[in-house]
């Protein structure tokens, strides 16, 4: 089975409802989870998957606790060819800056050559208050990557 391992970009809480949530169901299905919520590239293990679960924050920024991980990635430029990776972005369809971080962090490392294995999932918060529900479903379609 695979380690996945969940980054959690939040500011009130959702994204990382979200991952415990996932963590959850990918345990139960016998694979390795692991939460990090307060990312540092350091700290990471490229040879893991990695589970990006990202929150927008004021005008399409990243949360808090993502910025130093995000800025990271922009200043060092790691090569991330045998990275293989997903996005959940969570955002408010109210703004124009809806799920912009989540974007932003696909975007910035499909740059550094890692692959993404599965289609983007943009939650939108303001039409689904439980954001564990379409993650869920996403996650159902995620987990026949990861169960070969």
């Known amino acids: 089975m695979s380690t996945i391992t969940l980054i959690t970009g939040s500011t009130l809480g959702g994204a990382e409802y979200v991952a ?8 139960a299905q016998g694979h390795q989870a692991d939460i990090v919520n307060q990312p540092a590239l350091s700290q990471l293990n490229q040879d893991t998957i990695w589970l990006i679960i990202c929150s927008t924050h004021g005008a399409g920024d990243y949360p808090d606790n993502f910025i130093a991980f995000a800025n990271a990635l922009k200043q060092q430029q790691p090569a991330l060819k045998k990275l293989k990776f997903a996005v959940i972005g969570l955002g ?6 809806f799920c912009a971080a ?4 696909e975007a910035l ?7 993404a294995i599965a289609e983007r999932l943009d939650i939108d918060v303001s039409m689904t208050p439980v954001p564990e529900e379409p993650a869920e479903i996403w996650f159902e ?8």
């Open 141 to 148: 379609e995620w987990q026949t990557y990861l169960n070969g």
């Open 102 to 105: 989540g974007k932003n962090i």
């Open 92 to 97: 408010d369809s109210n703004y124009d800056t």
């Open 20 to 27: 415990d949530h996932l963590a959850e169901l990918l345990t």
């Open 109 to 115: 490392l499909l740059q550094l050559g890692a692959t």
